[in-house]
């Protein structure tokens, strides 16, 4: 029988899951329920040794001799610190020893109770990671855990610590047996990519509702090389950060699921859903819709494999089995490869994601929604898909919040977007900084002479931007950067914004609930009666405004035409009200039978 507390049975079986075979055990109290599980469970021996700082030393020399991480397990308190000279000379022989401390609750450290001191970071900096199991929440506590193994077994291998808060009783051991728990692989493919044969292709060749998922790319990260074959026969989403030419309309899709959804539960009829896939490839970084996260969360038993540069344990959709490290395009261009000569049985779940995609595609294009900041946002995608970008490049950046939502719906191109962290500061400077870019020319590398410097104007650079947004951040526009200027050869200051003002952040409006506080307007949703054109003359930047759609459809077209030495700045003065009324409108009027 073991442990009754979550966190020391979900590490046990974790350490078992990752082949961790022996522990050193020291004696104590609080560490009781971890030593008897390490004790009851058959696939690790556990071996005494009463002094902490000897204990160290000795799991030291057991992995010099078996070549394989060791455990060595100690109570709360200063037990933890007599372990840092073991701790220091495993960090520089590159051991994996794997410390467990046993800890009190958090809310006792600090308060005059036995045994307690901040234990979490005191062997810093000779650990590579230290990570505290929470009690009451089994997917953070096996991400926690997995992180820590797989880093203490990379390939350069260094001690971690994992720290295991356990409240009272700690006595009580009537569990029968262990969870059932995820481990999380992690593999660099080698130049030929043969390891996926067995990670990734025996997957796609089983699944039968396999999907590759993108979240947010810089504009050059994935060029969509060779891989026609793979992205022809499983469905591909990504939002217009990503760098797919296309809009892919699944958060509309996702919205439909979800009514009919409600549709069953009033008993209302059933219809045929889609189900959620049972593999899944996740290539870059965030992804801006909560609809998507939350579908792939439900999907349980599906098996996620990450690719990326880091290798770091991003478990975004709470199912992740493996991380492939490396170039995300270069792995899949591989597995397109490696499964062209494969039969596939996932054709039906691609064809039933492209209908329902190309319906909601249909709807976005057909839907006129009347004066809001979502017809000003497709009068100006409509604008920019009629540009040449070899004869007119351009950049678009987007802002956080609603802003970006209405990007997903319109624009078909790359959009760079702060959603790294996604807050409200620094969109409009990134934009400015962006926009003032140049290429320069550098001295040649085979003969390292200096070549002239020559200076190349960047692309218009378009900033959609809320009002929140933009007054917080209105300083990058103060400063000299932003006005052409030819003394030099350089050529700076082309930004043009589109300011959707509202009065507030709109984004609050969307909030189920929220409408029922009075503070919601004035105090959450930061209500105000500014306007930029005292800001647009202060830094000697070209102000147009629209208040209807008349004038936002003549103001639009001088927007893109007009010539300025400096930023160009539309402001769209919208209703917050009839903006969020006309937002969840086109949602709704979409839905599909």
């Known amino acids: 029988m073991y442990s009754n507390k979550e966190n020391v049975n979900l590490l046990t079986a974790l350490l078992v899951a990752h082949d961790i075979r022996h522990a050193v055990v020291c004696p104590g109290s609080r560490n009781a329920p971890i030593v008897h599980n390490l004790n009851e469970c058959p696939a690790i021996k556990c071996y005494p040794v009463t002094d902490e700082r000897s204990a160290g030393f000795y799991a030291i020399g057991m992995m010099q001799a078996l070549d394989e991480p060791v455990v060595v397990c100690v109570t709360s308190g200063t037990a933890l610190l007599n372990l840092m000279p073991a701790v220091a000379e495993a960090w520089y022989q590159h051991l994996p020893l794997i410390v467990v401390s046993a800890d009190r609750p958090p809310q006792w450290i600090d ?4 045994q307690t001191l901040p234990q979490p970071g005191a062997l810093a900096p000779f650990i590579r990671r230290t990570v505290s199991l929470p009690e009451n929440s089994q997917w953070y506590c096996q991400r926690l855990v997995n992180e820590a193994l797989l880093d203490a077994t990379a390939d350069d291998r260094r001690p971690v610590h994992i720290n295991v808060p356990i409240t009272e009783p700690l006595f009580i051991f009537d569990v029968p047996e262990l969870p059932r728990v995820r481990r999380i692989i992690r593999t660099s493919p080698t130049k030929d990519y043969d390891c996926l044969h067995t990670e990734l292709i025996d997957g796609l060749r089983s699944a039968q509702r396999p999907m590759i998922v993108f979240g947010q790319t810089n504009a050059h990260d994935f060029e969509g090389n060779d891989v026609d074959f793979l992205f022809g026969h499983v469905i591909v989403l990504h939002e217009s950060l990503s760098t797919f030419p296309n809009v892919s309309h699944f958060d509309e899709v996702l919205y439909n699921e979800e009514q009919k959804a409600k549709s069953e539960e009033q008993g209302m009829g059933s219809e045929e859903r889609l189900l959620p896939p049972d593999f899944i490839i996740y290539v870059g970084g965030t992804i801006v819709s ?16 990450r690719i990326s540069q880091s290798g770091d344990v991003e478990d975004t959709f709470q199912n992740l089995h493996g991380l492939i490290v490396g ?3 270069s792995v899949l261009q591989s597995l397109s490869h490696k499964i062209s000569h494969c039969k596939l049985p996932s054709m039906n779940y691609r064809r039933q994601w492209l209908a329902a995609l190309k319906e909601a595609g249909r709807h976005a294009e057909d839907y006129q929604p009347e004066y809001s900041q979502m017809a000003a946002v497709k009068l100006f ?8 970008p070899q ?7 987007y802002a956080n919040s609603t802003a970006i939502r209405l990007a997903n719906i319109y624009a078909s191109h ?18 400015a900084g962006f926009s003032v870019a140049v290429t320069t020319h550098h001295p040649s590398p085979a003969t390292h002479h200096p070549s002239p410097i020559t200076y190349h104007p960047s692309p218009t650079t378009f900033c959609i931007i809320g009002d929140l947004s933009f007054f917080y951040d209105q300083n990058a526009l103060w400063n000299q950067n932003l006005q052409h200027s030819t003394s030099n050869g ?10 959707l003002n509202n009065g507030c952040g709109g984004i609050f409006h969307h909030l189920s609930g929220l409408e029922q506080s009075t503070a919601r307007d004035g105090l959450v949703a930061g209500a105000h009666n500014t306007n930029a054109e005292g800001i647009c003359r202060q830094n000697n930047v070209t102000y147009l405004k629209a208040e209807n759609m008349e004038q936002l459809q003549q103001q639009m077209s001088t927007f893109f035409s007009i010539a300025s030495d400096g930023p160009v700045l539309l402001e769209v003065f919208t209703d917050a009200t009839e903006d969020t009324r006309i937002f969840k409108d086109y949602y709704k009027s979409g839905l599909m039978s």
């Open 111 to 114: 308060q005059l109770d036995g």
């Open 290 to 305: 909560k609809r998507l996260r939350h579908f792939l969360r439900r999907a349980t038993e599906a098996q996620t494999w």
């Open 327 to 329: 170039d995300p395009e």
């Open 381 to 388: 995608e409509e604008k920019i898909s009629a540009l040449n």
């Open 391 to 397: 004869q007119s490049p351009f950049a678009v950046h």
């Open 414 to 431: 790359h959009v760079w977007c702060n959603r790294g962290v996604n807050g409200i500061e620094g969109s409009l400077s990134a934009a």
């Open 490 to 499: 350089a050529m700076h200051g082309h930004l043009r914004i589109l300011l």
